[in-house]
């Protein structure tokens, strides 16, 4: 029998306030609104002003996250970042925002799971706090996808789909009682298949380029900007979000109808709407927020839960499942107790 759970006790988010709209973009790519929001389901994202880091988004998001914990940020004993967006190339950014917060000498770990960054970033969470090591661990996702994205006509098949924002967890660490009603991390299940990796990448800067890690001729190539096979990645996220859900299921010994809401990655409308009706998933318990904030990445998931928190649609006691898939292909799924 475990003695520990690991419980979310405090949950934050934050976007930069520059909205930006379809048809502001419009004026820079080769785009329309309607194909926008036909192929995508997104109206508007946000994007920081030149001087905001993403570590900057993530230190609001972890402190409305601690402040909705009711601790101090001098409980947090770990910080796990998962982005793909980095402030810089190294360290990483999760040591900006520890000093940003003034947390001293405490644990502080960077994943690279893009997409699915939060769910392995919650997954390692559970198991140091389930281990009895750990307490209270910070769990942020951010991203600052406007700095990196070609926004000439070039990029308008990425640059449509992603926007900035953070969010945050608190997972604290919690005696086990009931293991049915306890609100709990009940399972998390992790995938990855390298075989694809190259369907969604950044190519350069990367010493597996050749001789430089960077140079004149890959930036003209426009080998910094993200590359996409959207129509692969879309085959491979239906699939793989619905079987990981499905599996995720079995592990925790609740049925898919048991579920109160689905808590998706944020990469497509179209994407959740097809894994809700592969599943018989009824529409009205998907929470999607992807309209108004774009594809923020590891940022998608918490920043949802915060809104759906806010919108009295998550509340305490819940049965919540979420799933993610992205670059690497990376995919995953987690089902909890909220
Ligand atoms: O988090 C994981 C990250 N990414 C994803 O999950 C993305 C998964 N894939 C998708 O969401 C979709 O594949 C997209 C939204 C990226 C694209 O939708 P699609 O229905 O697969 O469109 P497509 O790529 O086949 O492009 C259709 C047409 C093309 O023109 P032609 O060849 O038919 O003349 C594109 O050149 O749409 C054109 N197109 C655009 N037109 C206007 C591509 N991007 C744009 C754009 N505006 N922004």
Redesign the pocket.
């Known amino acids: 029998m475990m003695k520990y759970r690991s419980e979310i006790t405090g949950v934050g988010s934050f976007v930069p306030p520059k909205v930006v709209t379809n048809f502001d ?1 419009e004026k820079l ?4 609104d309607e ?2 929001q036909q ?2 389901g997104i109206v508007e994202r946000h994007w920081v002003e030149d001087s905001v880091s993403n570590s900057d988004l993530a230190l609001e998001a972890s402190l409305r996250a601690i402040a909705s914990a009711g601790i101090e940020k001098s409980a947090i004993d770990m910080i796990i970042y998962a982005t793909l967006s980095p402030d810089h190339e190294f360290p990483g950014t999760g040591c900006f925002l520890q000093a940003k917060l003034g947390i001293p000498e405490i644990a502080v770990l960077d994943i690279r799971q ?2 699915t960054g939060f769910i392995y970033a919650l997954s390692i969470a559970d198991k140091f706090i389930l281990s009895g090591s750990h307490r209270n661990i910070l769990i942020v996702g951010s991203e600052v996808h406007s700095k990196g994205m070609d926004k000439s006509p070039n990029g ?7 926007g900035d924002g953070a969010g945050a967890v608190i997972l604290s660490r919690k005696d086990l009682v009931d293991p049915i009603k306890d609100s709990r991390i009940m399972t998390t299940q992790l995938f990855a298949d390298g075989s694809l990796a190259k369907e ?1 990448w950044i190519p350069a800067p990367g010493v597996g380029l050749g001789k430089d890690r960077v140079n004149h001729q890959m930036l003209e190539e426009g080998l910094q900007y993200p590359q ?7 085959v491979h ?1 239906t699939k793989r979000m619905s079987e990981c859900l499905t599996s995720a299921c079995k592990e925790a010994s609740v049925n898919l109808q048991d579920i109160d809401l689905f808590l998706f ?4 409308l ?2 959740n709407t097809k894994v809700a009706e592969m599943l018989s998933i009824p529409d009205e318990r998907v929470f999607n927020t992807i309209q108004k904030y774009g ?1 923020t ?1 590891a940022a ?1 998931i918490p920043l949802g839960m915060d809104d759906a928190i806010k919108a009295g649609v998550l509340k305490k006691g819940m049965l919540v499942a979420s799933a ?4 690497g292909f990376t995919w995953a799924s987690a089902i909890f107790r909220y």
Do not use: E, Y
Not at 156 to 162: A, H, I, P
Not at 265 to 268: E, Y
């Open positions: 973009l790519l080769d785009t329309t194909w926008i192929r995508s893009q997409c308008r098949n990425v640059t449509v789909l992603f969604l996409m096979n959207g129509k692969t990645v879309f996220a990655h944020q990469a497509n179209r994407i594809n990445t998608t993610a898939f992205g670059s």
